[in-house]
């Protein structure tokens, strides 16, 4: 049998960054985000997984070359927690392709691990179980639990494996809020997310991430409300606000993470300039120094030609609001 997934990134809104549980990945805090898909580039994740009688080991096939390294360790230990988890036995064979750059602060984790776990479902027949994926899919990447979805998604953080998942808030249909990614470096970053946050929580004062931890429900209370009434400064503002504060938690962990470059610096002031002449645009970063601004469509060009012109931007990726991981009839194998 054969199964093939495709899968977008999502961008935080409020983030999620801490687990009380590495290896389940049970977060600090619960999150919310928004599904990408690009437009001028795609920001697509391909999986698929075949299962072969005679396969002892499973196989792991990255861009059409197969990899017996770490990318296959990792991807074996995620297919054993799925296996141990739905009780399915065989070895599979996994081809991966992707769009876009992994491990660049593009959420490239989120996508694959879903299509993953999307994939994995469509082998043993429950692609309709929309908790099992997002379960599946956290324990693969935590932000992946929301790539399971499309539109607006709140990862609720639970207490453990079960009641930890995604819900959707709104679909991809809800409202037409664009993102534009300024590009600032498309290299993987030098302290990977997972290790980021365990520093953060372990080193970074503890009144700080406790605020951090106890802003996400108000946070995600108001952006759905800004969310409901497709109200783009209310949005703006509170996505700024939390990249604020997890800005405050990269920077006051030891050893600081300080994920921006000059670029991003740069890029982040020209958003607020443009702010100041009416245009209602608003930035933030992930764990990298690639910046998201949210902006209406009709200030997409503007926005975007603002970005272009600052020195040290590679490329500049339009996204809309995407959909949910999905099998698709197209194999990679
Ligand atoms: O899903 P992970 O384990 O790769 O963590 C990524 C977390 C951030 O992207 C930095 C924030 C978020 O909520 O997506």
Redesign the pocket.
């Known amino acids: 049998m054969i199964k093939t997934a495709l899968s977008h990134p ?3 809104l ?4 801490g687990n009380e549980n590495d290896t389940l ?1 049970i977060p600090t805090r619960s ?1 919310l ?1 928004v599904t990408l898909q690009g437009i001028n580039h795609p920001l697509d994740y391909i999986v698929s997984l075949r299962t072969v009688q005679s396969l002892e080991r499973d196989k792991v096939i990255i861009d059409g070359i197969e990899d017996k390294g770490e990318i296959h360790s990792h991807f074996v230990q995620y297919l054993d927690a799925m296996r141990r988890y739905t009780g399915f036995k065989e070895k599979v064979e996994v081809a991966t392709r992707k769009s876009f750059p992994v491990g660049s ?1 593009l ?1 490239g ?2 996508a694959s ?1 879903s299509a993953l776990a999307e994939a994995f479902a469509g082998l043993i027949g429950k692609t309709d179980d929309t908790r099992l994926k997002s379960i599946m899919a956290r324990r693969g ?6 790539s399971v979805y499309g539109g607006f998604v709140m ?1 609720q953080k639970g207490n453990n494996d079960e009641s930890s998942y995604s819900k959707q808030l709104f679909n991809e249909n809800h409202w037409d809020l664009r993102n534009v990614i300024a590009m600032v470096s498309s290299n993987p970053k030098k302290i ?3 290790e ?2 365990r520093l953060s929580k372990k080193t970074c004062p503890e009144q700080l991430y406790s605020d951090f931890v106890n802003a996400a429900n108000p946070h995600i209370e108001q952006i759905s409300t800004a969310l409901l009434g497709s109200d783009i400064a209310k949005l703006g503002q509170l996505y700024e606000k939390e990249n604020y504060l ?1 800005r405050q938690i990269c920077l006051k962990t030891i050893p600081t993470l300080d994920y921006w470059t000059k670029t991003t610096h740069h890029i982040l002031y020209k958003v607020a300039n443009l702010r100041n002449d009416g245009i209602p645009a608003y930035a933030g970063t ?3 120094p690639n910046v998201h601004i949210f902006t209406l469509p009709k200030h997409v060009e503007r926005v975007t030609r603002t970005i272009q012109e600052v020195q040290g931007v590679l490329e500049t990726i339009h996204c809309r609001v995407g959909e949910g991981s999905h099998l698709i009839q197209e194999h990679l194998i």
């Open positions: 999502n961008k935080a409020v983030i999620y960054w990945r999150s985000s602060g959420a984790s989120a691990a990447s935590g932000s992946a639990s929301r990862w990977k997310s997972i980021g946050m997890f992930d764990a990298g």
